[in-house]
């Protein structure tokens, strides 16, 4: 995907990046990703709306002049953030009569980060709106989905709203308009995990927002061009939603099975129960698949083995990414297997503690899990049951 007209004048000129395989270092693209641009064309003047990643900047460069991206006045900068503010050096080089608009926040992250000049940029505040002649874009700063210095534009005649990372999607696309599928669904659920579910509160204020704006479509910077607003919406929607699923993630590590064994036997009670599981390898599986099934489930049992006289590291890192991630969940539960002693669950417990969940239940055992233990277990999934019911999950 190089460049498209998407309407009267306003052209996708991002592109596909089919390579990269984790984003942040963190979470696995199944789909890659794209980096959105949006080329303007006014009556009198014209605007580049978000940029590039560096590492595709000649790509970028070379696609501009391909398509004869001859003159340009604004650089809209929504994001401070370098996979969309990368290339701003290289376009205020390519294109010396350009300034760069932007908010107070991004202002100094590109001067301080990117060595933007001062002279180069122009500080808009919120709701302040710029001509490009028979087009106007409007300024709506956004903080908090996902920097502070998040803001969007949007460009008055045609409806449309430039959301940034909002809304997005790792995916790879040759249309610029988004074909509702399972695998766009799933890779805009990863992507909010990862990026958008810790700010939920936010997310939630904004796509309220869009909602009552009636915008005729969403551009996002990853991912395809929203036509069909309610689509991307409808699911942001449901994701902020403070209710739940009746769901139980249960990821675990497990060096002797014996926790793997404890995590199998309460996922079948609480399957036999009516509550749907999803468990999850630490060590092996992918961790996007894992932030994706937080964003729903209502309760959380972390399994763990013991490494020397502690939990193991991957169960603790889980933990940390959970914490991090802030989903909605309201119930937690510890369980594990030891060998010869120490603390499994303390800094587990203390690493979960900010999510505030309320902890159904803990158990250790040493080595396999005997008879006695798994009758616990069985005790666990009825007392998962009982919270599920009390907050009209079952
Ligand atoms: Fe896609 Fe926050 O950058």
């Known amino acids: 995907m190089k460049f498209q007209e998407i309407k009267n004048n306003i ?30 064309k006014g009556s009198e003047k014209n605007a580049i709306i978000d940029t590039m990643y560096p590492p595709k900047i ?16 604004y650089i809209v900068a929504n994001h401070g953030e370098q996979d969309h503010s990368g290339a701003i050096p290289a376009l205020l080089e390519k294109y010396p009569e350009a300034k760069v608009v932007t908010n107070p926040k991004v202002a100094a992250n590109i001067k301080s980060m990117l060595h933007v000049p001062v002279e180069r940029i122009i500080e808009i505040a919120d709701g302040q ?25 949007y460009i008055k005649e045609d409806n449309v709203i430039c959301t940034c990372d909002f809304l997005g999607a790792h995916y790879v696309f040759s249309d610029v308009f988004a074909v509702k599928s399972d695998e766009l669904t ?70 002797y099975e014996s926790t793997k064994a404890m995590i199998d036997y309460l996922a079948e009670k609480l399957e036999q129960k009516g509550i749907p599981t999803f468990k999850f390898d630490i060590v092996s599986d992918d961790l996007g698949d894992y932030a994706m099934h937080i964003v729903d489930a209502a309760t959380i049992v972390l399994g763990t083995s013991m490494v020397l006289a502690g939990p193991h590291p991957a169960s603790v890192n889980a933990a940390y990414l959970t914490a991090l991630l802030r989903p909605k969940a309201k119930f937690a539960a510890l369980i594990g297997s030891y060998g010869w002693g120490g603390n499994l669950f303390g800094q587990i417990g203390e690493t979960l503690k900010p999510l505030n969940l309320d902890v159904v239940g803990t158990l250790q055992v040493k080595g396999k899990p005997t008879a006695l233990e798994f009758d616990k277990l069985e005790d666990l999934a009825e007392d998962i049951y009982h919270r599920h019911k009390s907050i009209g999950l079952l």
């Not at 696609?63 to 991206?69: A, E, I, K, R």
């Not at 002649?133 to 534009?153: E, N, Q, Y």
């Open 129 to 153: 709106e710029i001509s490009l002649g028979d087009k106007t874009l409007k300024f709506i700063f956004a903080p908090g989905v996902h920097w502070p210095d998040t803001m969007f534009t």
């Open 186 to 255: 799933n890779s805009a659920k990863r992507y909010y995990a990862e990026i958008m579910m810790p700010f939920r509160a936010m997310c939630r204020r904004y796509v309220d927002k869009i909602r009552s704006m009636n915008v005729d479509m969403i551009l996002p910077s990853h991912g395809p061009v929203h036509a069909n607003p309610d689509y991307i919406l409808s699911l942001y929607e449901k994701w902020t939603d403070e209710e739940p699923d009746n769901l139980v993630v249960l990821p675990y590590v497990s060096m």
């Open 58 to 73: 000649d790509e970028y460069l070379k696609n501009l002049s391909d398509n004869n991206v001859d003159k340009v006045d």
């Open 11 to 40: 052209y996708y000129c991002g592109l596909n990046d089919c390579e990269r395989k984790i984003f942040d270092e963190l979470i696995p693209l199944e789909h890659g990703t794209s980096y959105n641009s949006y080329f303007v």
